[in-house]
Structures are given as structure tokens and as C-alpha cells.
């Protein structure tokens, strides 16, 4: 069986003893197929047994034990740590409690903060009554095509790691954050629910827009959920039950727009049509600059070649279910 | 080497001319031949979801569908959030034959069919996948000798690993590699991997600033001489954007900010004005 020494770099803190965090290194034997977590359990039983570290199932289903490992947020029990250190081309792998949440102790973070915000934004079934039947007697068929619209979304397991990576909440403190946002849109297109659309108002109050689309979300989720695509089709929603006056969905009309006229981003017009006079006499400066150095096309842009088949493609794509 | 669909998207046809310029200067060097498709359509990026995630499929199986019509293998573009965006559609399509036979009958509207053969690359991993690290280092004709580069790869080269695939995400090598075989040195920091901030410029430009600020203070405090980056969106907001950005992180020096094709055509002896370094908003002093 493959072996290899590893050393494990972790961020220790005691908030009861330590004035400020510090590394320790544990030097290990690793091998094939070990995880992170039995790695952490071995140091806790054998090195040092007070290093303070949440886990549960060990399957990757309870959410419980993502932690950093060189910087990127893993579910400790699903990360093979000979995978990481081939990944990494090292023999040091450094282990630290997760971002935007305080350190309890150790590897531990305080969730309460992340979760309050998710309880803040309703992410719970509020039965319609047209649609949810009174009694037990009659069924709420959910279709499978209807499900696909959500599904993903509801495998969620409350790790954080999208949280702890994602570069809105690092910034703004009012951000619903990702895996808040995504639950908001799977409720947002379950037909049972008695919001559904207008869940995108909520939304758009805790800052939606201001995702970067960083895809840190997408990368980092152990179950593959993507909470940026959630947010995305949720922004969506909200120019649908119309907030159509702000900047996020002005942006999104203007490449519409451009679309329609030439099929390409008409660029020049995008200030303008994204921000109005702010957008302009914000930009002006930086604006200028550009139109001196030639880095500007004429406003009117001549429409791409079939230009004629792209109108009607996105004119037939729209009436789509 | 390689006969390629050539898809710049908007930004290198307006605001990021220069790369337009330098992509085609360094192909013609490197013998790699990129073919533009006037059909060709923006990509949306991403923001044609929002629209509709059926228009943005549609439009983006498009560009596709034209590119295998027209005979090619393999798409190269030079901006990351076309890369991220065509790719994510072909992913889409191509691990779902359902939704797949959906666009192809709005596609079929057109006289068009996505049949999930060609790929879609960034121009530099075909640098490194056509001549790699040693055909690239034969072509140097000034090496960048005891020049520091900091590699940014912003988001949309790299992330979702899922769908771009060429490196993994959480450690690449691609820039370095490039930086390395023109003779160059790397300079290390810790924000590489991270955002710009440009996509949330609109609504939250102060956020977005904020965010290209401390990136460019990361590249100085890396000790580089330049930075380059394969995306004219992160281009944008760390050159053009780049004095308003220090502001909102407190500082004030000025740091060149060079595309990937920039710097290899500098390396390759390429005459600067057909590389459009004139139209940086640093001034770049090679």
C-alpha cells in the first residue's frame, strides 16, 4: 500500500488561553485512501488530544467537518489527503477553521451567524393553498420535470464551505450569502409554495446583485450544487415580478438589447443604458482615458453576419415554458 | 499547428482592442491559425441567464453550432468569461441528451444542429497544448530576463473545475508556465485565484473596486514588475480601473497590467505597436 510521511500544519486557537492563533505541525505517516478526518482523529487520540475539530458521519452528509486545507474549504471526511498532497505537489498540507465566521476553537467556527441569515430569509415551503390540498386524503403530485427544476438545490447539507468561500460575503456584510440565496430560488420554483416568485423580492433585499460570480461557490461544493446558478436564476425572477428599476437588471436589458440590434455587446452604450447619467458622469473619467487610447468601438455597431436567424432564435427561445 | 474558430468576444473587439492586436500578432508568429466567424454572437456573459436561461442556451449552442458548420474542432477565445460560458452550455448539453434535443429544435428554427464536437479552449492553453513549454521557449526571440510577472488568473480560467477542467482549480500552473518559458520570473502572491470584482461593478462598484485594489496591492507587495492575466474583463478593472481602485484601498502607485498575448508577443520580439501596448491605460514601460 502507498505510504508517505506528510506534515499537517494546523491553526490552533483557545480563546480560554491563547492572546491571538498560531500553527502546530504534526508529522504523520500517511496512506492510499486515507481522509483528512481520520488524520485529525489520529492526532486527537495519539499526538495531542486537545485539538478541538467537529465531525459526525463520516460519509459526507452531515455537513459538520469542512475545514480549509491550503486555503480551500473541504469536507474533511471526503478529502483523500494522498489526492491533496499530489494536488498541491508538497508534503505539508496547512488545515485552518473555515472564513467568514468567528473561531470558536481550533477548526471549530460559529455557523450562527451563516444560519441566522438563511432562517432570515425564509427558505421553508409556505404551502399555496390552490395547490397544496387541506387534507390527507388528496395527493401533491410534484412531476419529475417539475422537480428538475430544483433538485440540486435541495442536497444542501449546510457544510458552509460555500460561505466560507464566497468573495460577497468576505465584502458585504448584508449579502444573503450562497447557499442562503440558493434555497431561496429552489423555493422560489416549487409550484406548491404560496410566494414562489416573489421570494426574489427577499433577494433582492439581502443584496443578491451583488454576487461576483466568483464560481468560488460552485467549485467548492461537495455536492455539486452550483448556489451561483440559484442566484442567477433567481435575479432573474425578480426582473420577472418586476424590480426592474436598479442597476443589476438594467444590465441585464442591455445585453439584451445589444443582442437584438447587432448580436454583439454594444459597449459604449453600456454605461448609459446600465446606470443612466450616474452611469456616465461616474465612468467619465476613466471613460475619456479609454476614448484616447482608441479602446472604444462607435455606438452604433454594424449587426454580426445571420444576424437576422439570431433575432429569431432568441424570439423563439423566449417563448419556451 | 492548428486551424481554429477565433472567438475574441466584445470586450477585445472594443474596450480591450489590444488584446484583439496581440492575439492575432502572437497566432501569426506561432503558426496557429485563428479564423474569426462573422456570425459569431456575444456570449451574453452569463448575464443572458438571467434573461432567460433558455435565450442563453439557445444563443450560446449557436456559436457553437456555427463553429462545427463551418468545420472546426476546436474554438480558442481570449476572454475567460466566453470561455466559462461556451463551455458551460457545451457541459450542459453534452451530460444532458434531453435538454439537448430541446435546443436543438429551437436551433432547428435556424436551419442550425449542435452536435457536441467541438471544444472550446482559451488561447493560452493552446500555446502550451500546440508548442508547449519548450516549442514556446524555441520562439523566444528576447527572453523577459530578470522580469517579475505576477500570474492573475481571475475566476473564469480556472472555476468551476468541473466545467473549465484544464488545471486544477485550487492550484494552477498554466500562467507560470508561460511566464517561465519567455525567460521571465514569477512573482508569488496569495491572490492569484481570487476575484476582480468586475461582474458586480454595476450594482456594487465600490465592492468591485475594492476587491481589484487589494489584488493590485498583492502583485506589489509580490515584488512584480507586471502583472498579466488571461481576461480582458479583469484587465479592465485592474488597468483601466486600476488609480480609482487603489483609492478604495488607500494607495497610490502604478503597477502595468499586461494581456497573457502581450506579454509572449514582447517575447517573441513582436513590434509594440502591433501588440497595442500604446493603448494600455499604465503606461508599460519594455
Known amino acids: 500500500m502507498e505510504k508517505r510521511e506528510a506534515t499537517f500544519r494546523i491553526k490552533r486557537f483557545n480563546p480560554l488561553k491563547d492572546t491571538k492563533p498560531y500553527y502546530q505541525e504534526f508529522k504523520l505517516t500517511v496512506f492510499k485512501g486515507m481522509t483528512l478526518l481520520e488524520v485529525l482523529q489520529q492526532i486527537k487520540d495519539k499526538i495531542d488530544p486537545t485539538l478541538a475539530f467537529r465531525a459526525f458521519c463520516r460519509s459526507a452528509i452531515c455537513g459538520s467537518c469542512s475545514v480549509k486545507v491550503n486555503g480551500f474549504p473541504k469536507l474533511a471526511c471526503k478529502t483523500q489527503v494522498i489526492t491533496e498532497l499530489e494536488k498541491f505537489k508538497t508534503d505539508t498540507l496547512t488545515i485552518e477553521p473555515l472564513d467568514n465566521m468567528e473561531v470558536i476553537r481550533d477548526l471549530i467556527v460559529d455557523w450562527d451567524g451563516a444560519l441566522k441569515k438563511m432562517e432570515e430569509l425564509k427558505p421553508y415551503l409556505i404551502p399555496d393553498p390552490k395547490v397544496v390540498p387541506q387534507t390527507l386524503e388528496e395527493e401533491c403530485k410534484v412531476l419529475p420535470q417539475e422537480l428538475k427544476k430544483y433538485d440540486k438545490f435541495t442536497d444542501c447539507i449546510l457544510c458552509t464551505s460555500c460561505f466560507s468561500a464566497c468573495t460577497a460575503v468576505n465584502i458585504d456584510e448584508k449579502y444573503g450569502g450562497p447557499f442562503q440565496l440558493a434555497r431561496l430560488y429552489r423555493f422560489a420554483v416549487d409550484k406548491r409554495d404560496a410566494l414562489k416568485g416573489e421570494r426574489a423580492k427577499i433577494g433582492y433585499a439581502y443584496n443578491m446583485w451583488n454576487c461576483v460570480r466568483c464560481e468560488k461557490c460552485a467549485d467548492v461544493c461537495p455536492k455539486h450544487i452550483a448556489p451561483v446558478d440559484g442566484i442567477m436564476k433567481l435575479r432573474g425572477i425578480s426582473i420577472e415580478v418586476g424590480l426592474k428599476d436598479n442597476p443589476g437588471a438594467r444590465h441585464v436589458e442591455a445585453f439584451y438589447k445589444s443582442l437584438l440590434e447587432s448580436g454583439t455587446l454594444n459597449e459604449v452604450l453600456l454605461p448609459l443604458r446600465t446606470k443612466g447619467i450616474k452611469g456616465i458622469i461616474e465612468n467619465l473619467p476613466v471613460g475619456i482615458k479609454m476614448l484616447l487610447k482608441g479602446k472604444a468601438h462607435s455606438p452604433i455597431l454594424k449587426p454580426i453576419k445571420e444576424h437576422k436567424s439570431l433575432v429569431k432564435l432568441i424570439k423563439v427561445a423566449m417563448e419556451v415554458e | ?286
Open chain 2, 1 to 286: 499547428m492548428g486551424r481554429y474558430a477565433f472567438y475574441p468576444g466584445c470586450a477585445a473587439k472594443g474596450a480591450s482592442k489590444e488584446l484583439y492586436e496581440s492575439t492575432v500578432a502572437v497566432a501569426k508568429e506561432l503558426d496557429l491559425e485563428l479564423v474569426e466567424l462573422p456570425q459569431f454572437s456575444c456570449c451574453g456573459a452569463g448575464v443572458l441567464e438571467e434573461v432567460k436561461e433558455a435565450v442563453d442556451l439557445a444563443v450560446n449552442a449557436r456559436n457553437l453550432a456555427i463553429a462545427e458548420r463551418e468545420g472546426f474542432k476546436t474554438i480558442i477565445t481570449v476572454c475567460s468569461t466566453c470561455l466559462l460560458v461556451l463551455r458551460k452550455t457545451k457541459w450542459l448539453l453534452d451530460n444532458d441528451e434531453e435538454l439537448k434535443e430541446k435546443v436543438n429544435e429551437l436551433l432547428k428554427e435556424v436551419n442550425l444542429e449542435y452536435k457536441g464536437e467541438v471544444e472550446v479552449k482559451h488561447f493560452h492553453w493552446v500555446v502550451l497544448e500546440d508548442l508547449g513549454e519548450e516549442g514556446l521557449r524555441e520562439k523566444v526571440k528576447r527572453p523577459l530576463k530578470g522580469l517579475k510577472v505576477y500570474p492573475y488568473y481571475g475566476c473564469h480560467t480556472v472555476r468551476p473545475y468541473e466545467i473549465l477542467g484544464f488545471e486544477p482549480s485550487e492550484n494552477p500552473n498554466s500562467l507560470e508556465r508561460i511566464i517561465r518559458a519567455l525567460g521571465g520570473e514569477v512573482a508569488l502572491g496569495k491572490r492569484r485565484l481570487e476575484c476582480c470584482g468586475f461582474h458586480s461593478f454595476w450594482p456594487n462598484p465600490k465592492g468591485s473596486l475594492l476587491l481589484t485594489g487589494l489584488n493590485l496591492i498583492d502583485a506589489k507587495k509580490s515584488g512584480a514588475d507586471c502583472i498579466i492575466t488571461p481576461c480582458p474583463l479583469c484587465h479592465m478593472n485592474l488597468d483601466a480601473n486600476q488609480s480609482r481602485a487603489l483609492k478604495e484601498v488607500k494607495e497610490s502607485f502604478k503597477i502595468p497590467v499586461l494581456h497573457v498575448p502581450q506579454l509572449i508577443g514582447l517575447a517573441l520580439g513582436i513590434e509594440q505597436k502591433k501588440l497595442g501596448i500604446h493603448r494600455n491605460i499604465v503606461e508599460v514601460n519594455c
